[in-house]
T-cell receptor, first 114, second 115 residues
């Protein structure tokens, strides 16, 4: 298995632009999570999906953030418009119900908003 | 309010000695605890875990201890090796909506093992 695949690995954009981060979970995993890592807050959960349905988006910082999971093999996290304070590493993780307790993480997308 | 806290942002240890990383939590609903290791430019990877019904779990050089009354867990690495240098995240698990398990992470501790 190729693991959780995120793209792009790095994204540099100007303030005000739209940014879309992509994630392909491990086949057969039915939960998908978006996390953001910053120096101040560590790893914080933004939103998670169970069987493609958004369950908890209370961690999404503002209405500028939105996430979708149109099918079991693809999810996007969109920021529109982007701001410099959104600069962080964004991780996607997936998990299969009943198989262990830990998630499998992707390699992350490093977002820089200038 | 942070439910999982790692109060030491960094730790330096000499090669061959013991590394002890600490973690505190506040939510009594957590029933499983995990440690993840993260190298630069990579995602966190699972290292070791412990159920709330146990107080110790060992895997090779890594041992996790859980003190439920104190709501405290620690990760011991013996002996420490330079390749162990990474950021270590403590995580706590609880059942969430839709039967998914939600992981709450601490802010991480950067471990540096000096040769």
């Amino acid at each position: 298995d190729a693991g959780v695949i995120q793209s792009p690995r790095h994204e540099v954009t100007e303030m005000g632009q739209e940014v879309t981060l992509r994630c392909k979970p491990i086949s057969g995993h039915n939960s998908l999570f978006w996390y953001r890592q910053t120096m101040m807050r560590g790893l914080e959960l933004l939103i998670y999906f169970n069987n493609n349905v958004p369950i908890d988006d209370s961690g999404m910082p503002e209405d500028r953030f939105s996430a979708k999971m149109p099918n079991a093999s693809f999810s996007t996290l969109k920021i529109q418009p982007s701001e410099p304070r959104d600069s962080a590493v964004y991780f996607c993780a997936s998990w299969r119900f009943g198989v262990g307790y830990g998630y499998t993480f992707g390699s992350g997308t490093r977002l820089t908003v200038v | 309010d942070q439910q999982v806290k790692q109060n030491s942002p960094s730790l330096s240890v000499q090669e061959g000695r013991i590394s002890i990383l600490n973690c505190d939590y506040t939510n009594s609903m957590f029933d499983y605890f995990l440690w993840y290791k993260k190298y630069p430019a990579e995602g966190p990877t699972f290292l070791i875990s412990i159920s709330s019904i146990k107080d110790k779990n060992e895997d090779g050089r890594f041992t996790v201890f859980l003190n439920k009354s104190a709501k405290h867990l620690s990760l011991h690495i013996v002996p420490s090796q330079p390749g162990d240098s990474a950021v270590y995240f403590c995580a706590a698990s609880s059942i969430s909506s839709g039967s998914a398990r939600q992981l709450t992470f601490g802010s991480g501790t950067q471990l540096t093992v000096l040769p």
